[in-house]
């Protein structure tokens, strides 16, 4: 069996630094190592209408910009397949088979879940396909015998779900799906990139988000408001890293050779850290050293985003041929998964000829 990963992206927006840094970084690196068998990305917009349902055209939008952010961050069509969610009709099928192999209640003790529906303000009347995302995610990543699931922190108990269903699923039927493992971020910090305002999260709904197609010019000026430390009023006051946005930042970001090139006073993070901390460093000068950092990074993805904007109709055309090949091997699993349920009935050939011979025996 190869090694397969399998990620995504919800179509609700254009992508931000918390999804570069959280998860497509690393699928472009290790889509360029080679290390793995297939790689399989795509846009779970089918996840996205859970909660969008009344505004399909937001999903319909979002595809092309996503996908121009998957191409311009560096993904490739020859490398790697991408695909839309909904254009795989048997993740549908193994949804509602797996609906049947885990309870309500475990859905409901779901960390992830508890938060988002928290903070969609669904706590009084949460849509059905919403609450059953998880098992959508699961069937998600079991068609295609995903063995390694990159993704962020929060991600966690989704991957764990899916590792019980996936379980059950070989122990009462026959073992024929495989239990993914999840590849979080090598840096710690990028695990969960805080928003520009200091919360918690970056995130679209949230409007604390840096977007990878941000132009230089309003990156600087999301950069200038960041959050840092409220008790740092002076220059010469000593500083606080912890809890500080621009430093989370540069922490997630930027590298020895940053500073030889933007601020070779000093030849790394720590120190920066160490003389902040001690005072004499002002905010708008490690903000201006952050907005360095993020363009250097940004400027290339920028030029590719533009060279794919010129010619719209083939990213369809990618995303197209992504999809029918994604179908293909959807429906291989599913074949193997209706003749371990035992419902593959015109395909058994066994079957019939058994009933045929009980009937003539009548």
Request: glycine residues 4%; hydrophobic residues 40%; aromatic residues 8%.
């Amino acid at each position: 069996m190869g090694k397969i990963i399998l990620t995504g992206d919800r179509p609700t927006g254009k992508l931000h630094l918390g999804h570069y840094v959280g998860s497509l970084r690393r699928r472009v690196e290790l889509q360029n190592l080679g290390d793995y068998d297939r790689m399989f990305v795509f846009m779970a917009d089918v996840q996205a209408l859970t909660d969008n349902a009344d505004n399909p055209e937001k999903i319909r939008q979002n595809i092309i910009e996503v996908a121009l952010d998957y191409l311009s961050a560096g993904l490739s069509p020859e490398k790697c397949t991408l695909y839309i969610q909904s254009q795989i009709p048997e993740l549908a099928e193994l949804t509602t088979f797996f609906m049947n192999l885990i309870s309500v209640s475990r859905v409901q003790r779901n960390p992830t879940v508890k938060t988002e529906i928290k903070m969609r303000n669904f706590e009084a009347n949460i849509p059905m396909g919403f609450f059953a995302y998880p098992v959508s995610q699961a069937a998600d990543i079991a068609a295609f015998k995903a063995t390694t699931v990159p993704a962020g922190e929060d991600q966690e108990p989704m991957i764990e779900v899916t590792r019980e269903i996936v379980r059950r699923f070989n122990q009462l039927y026959a073992p024929v799906l495989v239990e993914p493992n999840i590849m979080l971020p090598e840096n710690a910090t990028a695990r969960r990139l805080p928003g520009t305002d200091g919360k918690e999260k970056m995130s679209k709904s949230l409007g604390n988000c840096i977007y990878l197609s941000d132009d230089a010019d309003t990156v600087w000026k999301k950069v200038k408001t960041m959050y840092t430390d409220p008790t740092h009023l002076n220059v010469s006051d000593p500083g606080h890293v912890e809890g500080n946005a621009v430093f989370t930042y540069l922490d997630a970001f930027s590298t020895d050779e940053d500073f030889a090139e933007f601020w070779p006073e000093f030849q790394n993070l720590d120190e920066l850290k160490a003389a902040y901390t001690a005072g004499g460093i002002g905010d708008m000068k490690c903000k201006k050293l952050l907005n360095n950092v993020l363009n250097k990074i940004l400027d290339p993805i920028r030029a590719r985003r533009h060279e794919y904007e010129q010619d719209i109709p083939e990213i369809y055309n990618i995303l197209k041929k992504g999809s029918v090949e994604a179908r293909e091997v959807a429906a291989k699993t599913m074949d193997e998964v209706r003749a371990a349920m035992q419902i593959n009935y015109f395909e058994d050939t066994a079957l019939i000829q058994s009933q045929a011979e009980k009937f003539r025996k009548k």
